[in-house]
């Protein structure tokens, strides 16, 4: 091999090697995620205790915020069997203009559990949570009264 030779020990072709080419990639290109899911992301972390309730502060409207803070102590979506609760679905539908009403399936392990948000556009255009809904019953805290 010559002094200063930059080839491979034992190649005898002249040429250079060529750049790679780029790869295909099999995914869509990255786009921002829709509202919906969005917010099912943060609704998820703050149900799940991974996030403080006022995370959720000036993104919920209503009664949201309150239930909300109420009930993210008890961590309705915490870890199972100490599997972290992850979003695997998230699907919504727009009954309205400015509306989305969406529902999301987060599993932990081996459990899954269902969730429904109602989303509303505000006159500055961004999206806020207005009602939560987790496994048919509606996040309200119980109070006295009959059962």
């Not at 599997?83 to 989305?100: D, F, K, M, S």
Request: positive net charge; contains cysteine.
């Amino acid at each position: 091999m010559r002094t200063g030779s930059t080839r491979p020990a034992g190649r005898r072709d002249q040429r250079r090697p060529r750049a790679v080419p780029p790869q295909r990639s099999r995914h869509q290109p990255h786009r921002p995620p829709r509202p919906h899911q969005w917010f099912a992301e943060r609704l998820l972390a703050v149900l799940s205790g991974q996030r403080p309730v006022h995370w959720m502060l000036g993104h919920t409207v209503g009664d949201a915020y309150d239930q909300l803070a109420e009930l993210a102590p008890s961590t309705p979506l915490g870890t199972a069997r100490g599997a972290r609760p992850v979003l695997r679905h998230c699907h919504g539908a727009q009954p309205a203009t400015g509306v989305v009403e969406a529902f999301a399936s987060i599993a932990a392990g081996d459990r899954v559990r269902a969730m429904a948000f109602r989303l509303e556009q505000g006159p500055d255009h961004r999206w806020r949570c207005a009602a939560v809904e987790l496994g048919g019953e509606r996040l309200v805290p119980a109070g006295p009264g009959p059962r």
